[in-house]
């Protein structure tokens, strides 16, 4: 089971840990909000990835985000990195932009 635990120090500083089955996995923080859209940064721990454990996480902070109102979300991934295209794109990202230092990716919640 994956969860979501808030760790920031107010309800809009959004930053979380991911556990999954009670045991640290990683952590999510929604950064450059600019309502209705937002965007986040993702770290799973190495022994943990690729078992779903990202995609269970972002759904969670998707579904919260929806509740809050917000419509959009962008994400920027560094071109060399296949398997968060990858993960991104399965989730319904599009491309919108690309360029050497990164690829934007957009999707609406």
Do not use: C, W
């Not at 923080?29 to 940064?41: C, E, I, L, N, R």
């Not at 779903?52 to 962008?74: I, S, Y």
């Not at 398997?83 to 360029?99: C, D, I, K, T």
């Amino acid at each position: 089971m994956i969860e979501l635990r808030h760790i920031g120090k107010s309800a809009d500083d959004l930053r979380f840990f991911i556990y999954e089955d009670g045991a640290h996995a990683g952590g999510i923080t929604v950064h450059s909000v600019a309502f209705p859209s937002f965007s986040y940064g993702v770290a799973v721990s190495e022994t943990r990835r690729r078992r779903g454990v990202a995609r269970a996480a972002l759904t969670l902070l998707f579904e919260a985000m929806r509740r809050r109102g917000f419509t959009r979300v962008v994400v920027q991934v560094a071109p060399r990195n296949e398997a968060s295209l990858a993960l991104h794109r399965s989730l319904g990202f599009a491309e919108v932009s690309r360029h050497a230092q990164a690829i934007t990716l957009e999707r609406m919640l």
